[in-house]
Each structure stands twice: as structure tokens, then as C-alpha cells.
């Protein structure tokens, strides 16, 4: 039997689909039903609207079998608990590709692993950081400030350059612990100076650990207890843009980042310091 793509599907029952998403009052109604039961005052205060411009719409989910009357309050049905999240996520997720649009359009978004790629919305309070004509080294300034804050530092990256590698010798000579995952290509450039130098300097430091990943890396990431910075590389350039990062400091991006950092680091090799 031939497979029925979402275009065909959407062709079939686009009135329903459509009746959601061109109502600001269905789909709001439906995000707010999903963390709970609620009565019809909360939701008039969640939706800003009146009882006369809710009760219909919510009629409308009622016939569509999304929500029910439970004890005089509403909540999601068992398809309604199906469809909400699915609703939430499409929503989250262009929020934060709205929020940070240029960030987004004009990297190369493709260095992300996928799975990490599909949990984006994690991202959606990160702050961008970009060197300005006012401002040339905010990146480096947010950067060097992330280090100095942490108590530990996690990072995976394609790029190094002699002021960063400076940086990471006074943090890892400062006692606190390093873990660097670095591209092959990155790995090479280590064996030559100035990293030689920096390298063999931190030889013999427990806190200090490098490991070559198996698979590409097309991106610069850092994460602490209480930081991430993400920089991408340009859209069709092959330059990685150290003049822009993406940086968060609430729990959700700092767990997202660590998820990153453990995913290339499984199967990595470390690195002999100095690097042969």
C-alpha cells in the first residue's frame, strides 16, 4: 500500500488544521489545557479575551472532541492530550527561530546534530552576543566572563585561536576542570604553534582533558554550571563567525549544551598533551 504523505493528509483535512492555527483563541485555549484542568475565570485571564468570545471557540474544541466539561471546568480529552503537545511544539519552535531569526538564517544551522537541531526551543531565552562597530570584542568578553564565572568548563569546537588557548591555559592553571573536544582538523593544528607550547605547558594537569572526535564538528560551543555559548559558521561561506554568539544562562540551554558536549564526546579519543 502507498504511503499517504502530510501533503496529502493536509489536502484531506485541512479545515480542521487550519481552524486551529488561524484562531489565536483555539490555539491558546489548547496550550493552556495542556499543564491542566482549568476553569473558564483562568482561562479568560490567560487569554485576555471575554466569556462571550471564549465560550464558542471552546464549544468548537468541544465538537472537535479536543476538550471536555469535567465538574464545571474544562480540560484536554485523551485525543486533545495527543494533539496539544504536538500544537506546543510548533509553536515553541518558531518562537525561537522569530526570536533569534537572523541568528538562525544566516549560520549554517546543518552543524547542529539533528537530534539536537529537533530541541532548539531549549534555546528560545539565549541572548545573541555580536561585535559591533561600539563594542568589537563583546564576543570575547562574553566569552573570557563565562570562564572566569564557571566552576567547571565543557567545550567542543573546530576553531582555536591563540587568545582563546591563552585563556583556557590561565582557567585550567587556575585548578578548575577542562574538557575540550576538538575536530580532527583542529587536533593537527594543536601539534603546530603556538599551541605546541600552550599544550605543553598544561601537561601533567588531572583537571585538564582533550579529546579528537570521530565525526565532523562545525561549530564552537562552551558549557559551564551556568553558561552556553554557541557559534556557528556563515551560510556558504566555510568561515566560522567569531563575531557572533548565541549565549544562555537559564537551566534548559545549559542542560541542552551539556546533552551536546556528552554526544561528541562518546566515541572521542583523548588526545596526547603535548598533541604528537
Known sequence: MKEISPLE?????????????RSRLLTQVLIALGSGTKPLSTLREITGSSSQALIPK??????????????GDYALTPVGRLVE????????????????????????????PPEFLSEIKYLYNAKVVKDVEEDIFAVYTAFST????????????????????????EIVMDGKPVELIVSRELAHRLAAEPYNTVLESLKGYANFRIYVSPSPIR?????????????????????YDATT???????????????????YKTGSRGLQIPPE
Open 58 to 71: 471552546i464549544r468548537q474544541l468541544e465538537a472537535l472532541h479536543y476538550v471536555e466539561s469535567v465538574r
Open 245 to 263: 554568539d548565541l549565549v544562555g544562562v537559564d537551566a534548559a540551554a545549559v542542560a541542552w549544551g551539556e546533552r551536546l558536549f556528552q554526544h
Open 85 to 112: 503537545p504536538e500544537i506546543e511544539r510548533v509553536v515553541t519552535l518558531m518562537g525561537v527561530l522569530q526570536r533569534h531569526r537572523d541568528f538562525w538564517i544566516e549560520h549554517e544551522i546543518e552543524g547542529i
Open 219 to 239: 561549530l564552537g560551543m562552551t558549557v559551564t554550571d551556568g553558561y552556553l555559548s554557541l557559534g556557528l559558521y556563515r551560510r556558504n561561506t566555510d568561515m
Open 9 to 21: 493528509i493536509y489536502n484531506e483535512f485541512h479545515d480542521d488544521l487550519q481552524a486551529i492555527f
Open 146 to 169: 563565562i570562564l572566569k564565572k564557571a566552576s567547571w568548563i565543557h567545550g567542543v569546537s573546530s576553531i582555536m585561536s591563540p587568545i582563546h588557548a591563552d585563556t583556557i591555559k
